[in-house]
């Protein structure tokens, strides 16, 4: 997804290399290499290698530099400081992310406010694992390992005791009624005003009418709960949660329903399946067992998931469009919107 307006990437490294110099005066710090991995519209990705002076010579530290997107985002906006907070509670809690997270709000260096954390070396999967050979071209059974280590991980988030510390004064805490104000707001930002999906207005109208009457104690939610957010080792285990910019604190059906959506969407996109991911229930069944009590109402999670991730998606197509680069997908014609109507019509 590349950016209308883009950073000068040597300016951007240049002024990074000065600000590690300026943190550590005596570590040498000196640019080896660096590439911009994507151009993505939810954050600029930079990944710098460094080499520093150590007391047995020069070595090589490979870090990784995240900033806000320097035009319109995917977001109204952005707080480095509630991902690096969120990342900080999970690494705590155990779960495997980049650990030290330092945020720097000083914008004389880059322009604005950035992130830093080390690389975790590892293998990300393709955002459709149907399309990735790393997951479909080995045995089932390492397919089914690398999914049920993917559903416990997501349970071990929404296990994390997030009153402790301040990560409830810095993460969001919204229950259902706040969720639904949020995407309201979302759908009338995110065309600059323009009701762009009036499908997406009547689904969100839904999800009101027939929110659950009560919900659970709230967790700690990861928020963009991807298999393409996760980093793996050659065993299938995770290393590294990434990309936290969507947490908040709330009932924890928000992660496993989105995780759910996603696949389930992606697999009547594609018309094909992993043979060795468990099927739905089944991913219900394990996550319940990790979380340690049944979910509740997961259609009505399920289907508001859906309304809240194609109203990314929908975001995503208009910023292309305002750009002069059609082509991402349809807004109009969008077939996801024909799934959504479906789940809807066969609600219970």
């Given at each position: 997804?590349?950016?209308?307006?883009?950073?000068?990437?040597?300016?951007?490294?240049?002024?990074?290399?000065?600000?590690?110099?300026?943190?550590?005066?005596?570590?040498?710090?000196?640019?080896?290499?660096?590439?911009?991995?994507?151009?993505?519209?939810?954050?600029?990705?930079?990944?710098?290698?460094?080499?520093?002076?150590?007391?047995?010579?020069?070595?090589?530290?490979?870090?990784?530099?995240?900033?806000?997107?320097?035009?319109?985002?995917?977001?109204?906006?952005?707080?480095?400081?509630?991902?690096?907070?969120?990342q900080e509670a999970a690494a705590a809690g155990g779960v495997p992310t980049?650990?030290?997270?330092?945020?720097?709000?000083?914008?004389?260096?880059?322009?604005?406010?950035?992130?830093?954390?080390?690389?975790?070396?590892?293998?990300?999967?393709?955002?459709?694992?149907?399309?990735?050979?790393?997951?479909?071209?080995?045995?089932?059974?390492?397919?089914?390992?690398?999914?049920?280590?993917?559903?416990?991980?997501?349970?071990?988030?929404?296990?994390?005791?997030?009153?402790?510390?301040?990560?409830?004064?810095?993460?969001?805490?919204?229950?259902?009624?706040?969720?639904?104000?949020?995407?309201?707001?979302?759908?009338?930002?995110?065309?600059?005003?323009?009701?762009?999906?009036?499908?997406?207005?009547?689904?969100?109208?839904w999800c009101v009418a027939n929110r659950p009457a009560t919900e659970p104690?709230?967790?700690?939610?990861?928020?963009?709960?991807?298999?393409?957010?996760?980093?793996?080792?050659?065993?299938?285990?995770?290393?590294?949660?990434?990309?936290?910019?969507?947490?908040?604190?709330?009932?924890?059906?928000?992660?496993?329903?989105?995780?759910?959506?996603?696949?389930?969407?992606?697999?009547?996109?594609?018309?094909?399946?992993?043979?060795?991911?468990?099927?739905?229930?089944?991913?219900?069944?394990?996550?319940?067992?990790?979380?340690?009590?049944?979910?509740?109402?997961?259609?009505?999670?399920?289907?508001?998931?859906?309304?809240?991730?194609?109203?990314?998606?929908?975001?995503?197509?208009?910023?292309?469009?305002?750009?002069?680069?059609?082509?991402?997908?349809?807004?109009?014609?969008?077939?996801?919107?024909?799934?959504?109507?479906?789940?809807?019509?066969?609600?219970?």
């Amino acid at each position: 997804m590349a950016l209308s307006v883009q950073r000068d990437p040597d300016v951007v490294v240049g002024g990074f290399v000065a600000w590690l110099h300026d943190q550590d005066p005596q570590g040498g710090a000196e640019l080896v290499a660096y590439e911009r991995p994507s151009d993505g519209m939810s954050s600029e990705t930079f990944l710098v290698d460094i080499r520093r002076s150590g007391a047995t010579g020069p070595e090589v530290t490979r870090l990784v530099l995240r900033l806000p997107p320097p035009g319109t985002g995917i977001f109204p906006s952005y707080d480095l400081r509630l991902q690096a907070r969120a990342q900080e509670a999970a690494a705590a809690g155990g779960v495997p992310t980049a650990v030290p997270v330092q945020v720097e709000t000083d914008e004389r260096w880059l322009g604005t406010d950035f992130v830093v954390m080390p690389v975790v070396e590892g293998h990300i999967p393709d955002q459709s694992p149907t399309r990735d050979h790393w997951i479909t071209k080995v045995p089932e059974a390492l397919q089914t390992t690398l999914y049920e280590n993917y559903l416990d991980v997501i349970a071990a988030i929404n296990r994390i005791d997030w009153t402790a510390g301040d990560l409830g004064r810095v993460v969001p805490q919204r229950d259902n009624p706040a969720e639904l104000a949020y995407w309201r707001n979302y759908l009338a930002w995110y065309a600059d005003g323009e009701v762009l999906v009036p499908a997406l207005v009547d689904a969100l109208d839904w999800c009101v009418a027939n929110r659950p009457a009560t919900e659970p104690a709230p967790s700690f939610l990861w928020g963009d709960v991807r298999l393409g957010n996760v980093i793996f080792d050659d065993a299938r285990a995770p290393v590294a949660v990434l990309d936290w910019e969507m947490s908040t604190i709330g009932a924890a059906e928000h992660d496993l329903a989105w995780h759910l959506t996603l696949e389930a969407t992606q697999n009547e996109l594609f018309r094909r399946t992993v043979p060795g991911f468990l099927d739905h229930d089944a991913a219900v069944t394990r996550y319940e067992a990790h979380l340690g009590r049944p979910v509740h109402d997961l259609e009505w999670y399920e289907i508001f998931a859906l309304v809240r991730s194609t109203a990314i998606m929908t975001r995503v197509a208009h910023l292309h469009e305002l750009a002069g680069q059609p082509g991402y997908f349809p807004i109009a014609d969008n077939p996801i919107l024909g799934i959504l109507k479906r789940r809807i019509a066969g609600a219970g």
